[in-house]
T-cell receptor
Framework: QKEVEQNSGPLSVPEGAIASLNCTYS??????FFWYRQYSGKSPELIMS????GDKEDGRFTAQLNKASQYVSLLIRDSQPSDSATYLCAVMDNNTDKLIFGTGTRLQVFP | DADVTQTPRNRITKTGKRIMLECSQTKGHDRMYWYRQDPGLGLRLIYYSFDVKDINKGEISDGYSVSRQAQAKFSLSLESAIPNQTALYFC????????????FGSGTRLTVV
């Protein structure tokens, strides 16, 4: 069974700090990776996608991918209380053509 | 208008009742999915459809059925609702191989009493 693992948290960071969220996956041949943000009771919202090793930046968000070590991470710079949410990591399973989701990491940003 | 619309947004139903949750999309995507989410358990796939004539069970299909009425419409039915089907239900859509991930609907909060 292919897996995507995340620490459930909560990860608590002060406002203005960098939040670092991590995800590991079991399928070595995965090619596509996604980060979703989900506010309580709301639907997941795609915030980042990454396909190549290295870093990809979009505003305050940076996704990092290391295929050799099978991990993908999300950095949130200058964290704001509005970033408080659960962050879901998702990995494309090339055999089934479906996304495999982690259970999410809850982030709390305190003022 | 939302790209992926789910109705109803909230529903309270009694044990044993049949209930249908509906999903429609304007994304033009061929692939549609139904998930349920429970606290601490993440998203669990109930059923998925890669095109109108293709319906597949997910990891937790028991007690559920689906109908793909058109490319844009995918309905989830609970034949005889039970309390442990109380959850948040999401519909999602994607292109082939989901190069841009999935697009989720706003969800249906279902309570079975």
């Amino acid at each position: 069974q292919k897996e995507v693992e995340q620490n459930s948290g909560p990860l608590s960071v002060p406002e203005g700090a960098i939040a670092s969220l991590n995800c590991t996956y079991s399928d070595r041949v995965s090619q596509s990776f996604f980060w979703y943000r989900q506010y309580s009771g709301k639907s997941p919202e795609l915030i980042m996608s990454i396909y190549s090793n290295g870093d990809k930046e979009d505003g305050r968000f940076t996704a990092q991918l290391n295929k050799a070590s099978q991990y993908v991470s999300l950095l949130i710079r200058d964290s704001q209380p509005s970033d408080s949410a659960t962050y879901l990591c998702a990995v494309m399973d090339n055999n089934t053509d479906k996304l495999i989701f982690g259970t999410g990491t809850r982030l709390q940003v305190f003022p | 208008d939302a790209d992926v619309t789910q109705t109803p947004r909230n529903r309270i139903t009694k044990t044993g009742k049949r209930i249908m949750l509906e999903c429609s999309q304007t994304k033009g995507h061929d692939r549609m999915y139904w998930y349920r989410q429970d606290p601490g358990l993440g998203l669990r796939l109930i059923y998925y459809s890669f095109d109108v004539k293709d319906i597949n069970k997910g990891e937790i299909s028991d007690g559920y059925s689906v109908s793909r009425q058109a490319q844009a419409k995918f309905s989830l039915s609970l034949e005889s609702a039970i309390p442990n089907q109380t959850a948040l239900y999401f519909c999602a859509t994607s292109d082939l191989q989901a190069p841009y991930g999935y697009t989720f609907g706003s969800g249906t909060r279902l309570t079975v009493v």
